[in-house]
């Protein structure tokens, strides 16, 4: 199992900014993917980026551009770097895991959650 717990939340005025962190503990095999994903009240959760293992990374058309997503391999984090942020970005953030394991039989996936960390801009 792995755990994820994120930090760096908090309050922020528009134009401003915040860097997220998420750190993976617990018996780690193989991490191959991080994503933050991002959920206000009453909507659903989206995805803001990704990084591979290998630091491709993907962005939501949201983030692009004011959101940066980083990984530290060795020890098993990922970031986001939030600038001027909106009203809008105002949201739970979590961390998101996939870990790909390789056993004598094939290979499974397994997916991971963090509990969250709150993110509020406003004036």
């Known amino acids: 199992q792995v755990q994820l717990v994120e930090s760096g939340g908090g309050s922020a005025q528009p134009g401003g900014s915040l860097r997220l962190s998420c750190a993976a503990s617990?018996?780690?095999?193989?991490?191959?993917?991080m994503s933050w994903y991002r959920q206000a009240p009453g909507s659903q959760r989206r995805l803001v980026a990704t990084?591979?293992?290998?630091?491709?990374?993907n962005y939501a058309d949201s983030a692009k551009d004011r959101f940066t997503i980083s990984r530290n391999n060795a020890q098993n984090e990922i970031y986001l770097q939030m600038n001027s942020l909106e009203p809008e970005d105002t949201s739970f953030y979590y961390c998101?895991?996939?870990?790909?394991?390789?056993?004598?039989?094939?290979?499974?996936?397994?997916?991971?959650w963090g509990k969250g960390t709150l993110v509020s801009v406003s004036a």
């Open positions: 617990g018996s780690i095999v193989n991490i191959v993917e």
């Open positions: 998101y895991a996939v870990e790909t394991i390789h056993h004598a039989t094939g290979v499974r996936s397994e997916y991971y």
């Open positions: 990084i591979t293992r290998d630091g491709t990374t």
